[in-house]
């Protein structure tokens, strides 16, 4: 007997196929982008207005008539250019961002470097425990940085600190963290400590993609594990360095919580010490925020610029090793 024919989304099975009606492919080609409204929406909310209430805000100053007392004495005004101008000119913020560059060019090395080498350590077969010692270092990134800052903060005061009666009961010297030269070691050890797990995973996520017959065959040609390491792991790994390169700059030149929490305990941080301290000191201790605003945009114009240009250049150069 004769199974009865089953029915399909267009009509019988077996039966010639029915072209969908232009109603329902309109409608099928449409459903993505309402599916694309709800991001949207927070997107231009949350994001694209602030950062063009920002840039408005930077065009604008406040003119004062007399006294400034009464209604109508203190207007807003047109400015152009001049709070560009005069944050470019900025002694502060100039000095806050060489302090930041020195800062960056501690953290960025060392974060990365150990990120990559803790990832090759766990990639090894001989390693034990890798779950445990894998959630170990990533834990410190799971910190909120306030909460950390405030910790390694107790941790440098003299006062407090049980490095420093250690140190004393030892008869060694105890170094002050929080004051001159040493400070830049002291911030750029909370932000390594926080930053090297969220690295490592990148990077370790990297190498467990890579494909174990590229292990065997480097073995069957006698490579040692440095050089598979060296030669293998590290060149097949570079899009991940890049990437966790690129989030480090800029990380870096946005630098707050560390400094801010620390300034506190020390005199040695002003309330200019990087960029973003000296746009939230105009903004909310001296009530400009034009001026901050103009200062935001030159900062985050900066931080596109170097990230759009090392993108760029790592783009070339693997062009390059493509082409060859």
């Known amino acids: 007997m004769k199974s009865p024919a089953r029915r399909t989304s267009y009509g019988v099975e077996g039966a010639p196929y029915a072209h969908p009606s232009p109603t329902a492919l309109e409608r099928a080609r449409s459903a993505p982008y309402f599916f694309l409204i709800p991001a949207s929406l927070l997107f231009l909310l949350f994001f694209a207005l602030p950062i063009g209430y920002a840039v408005w805000l930077s065009f604008r100053k406040v003119r004062v008539s007399g006294l400034g007392l009464g209604a109508g004495a203190r ?6 250019l001049e709070n560009y101008t005069g944050a470019l000119s900025d ?5 806050g961002a060489l302090r930041v560059l020195g800062y960056g060019c501690i953290v960025v090395p060392v974060m990365l470097g150990l990120a990559l080498l803790f990832a090759l350590m766990l990639d090894s077969e001989k390693v034990r425990l890798t779950p445990f010692t894998r959630l170990a270092i990533f834990l410190p990134y799971a910190i909120p940085g306030v909460v950390a ?3 390694w903060g107790f941790l440098y005061l003299p006062d407090v600190s049980p490095f420093h009666f250690v ?4 008869g060694l010297p105890q170094p002050d963290l929080l004051d001159g030269g040493p400070l830049y070691l002291a911030l750029s050890n909370i932000a390594v400590w926080g930053g090297t797990g969220f690295n490592m995973i ?3 996520t990297a190498l467990r993609a890579i494909p174990a017959e590229v292990y065997e065959a480097a073995r069957l040609d006698g490579a040692t594990p440095l050089q598979i ?3 293998i792991k590290i060149p097949m790994v570079a899009p991940s360095l ?5 989030f480090s700059i800029i ?4 630098v707050f919580n560390e400094p801010t929490t620390l300034k506190p305990l020390t005199n040695s941080v002003s309330t200019t010490w990087s960029p973003l301290m000296k746009v939230y000191q105009d903004a909310f201790g001296n009530g400009d925020i034009h001026a901050a605003a103009a200062q935001a945009t030159l900062i985050a114009l900066a931080t596109l610029v170097l990230s759009f240009g090392f993108l760029r250049a790592a783009n070339r150069r693997n062009k390059q090793e493509a082409a060859r």
Do not use: H, M, P
């Not at 890049?242 to 690129?246: A, C, E, K, Q, S």
């Open 242 to 246: 890049v990437l966790t390169f690129f």
């Open 91 to 95: 002694s502060e913020l100039l000095g």
């Open 202 to 204: 990148v990077i370790y």
């Open 149 to 151: 800052a405030l910790l």
């Open 251 to 254: 990380a870096t030149l946005q």
């Open 229 to 231: 390491a060296l030669r």
């Open 167 to 170: 140190l004393d009961r030892l």
């Open 75 to 80: 207007e807003e005004v047109w400015a152009g």
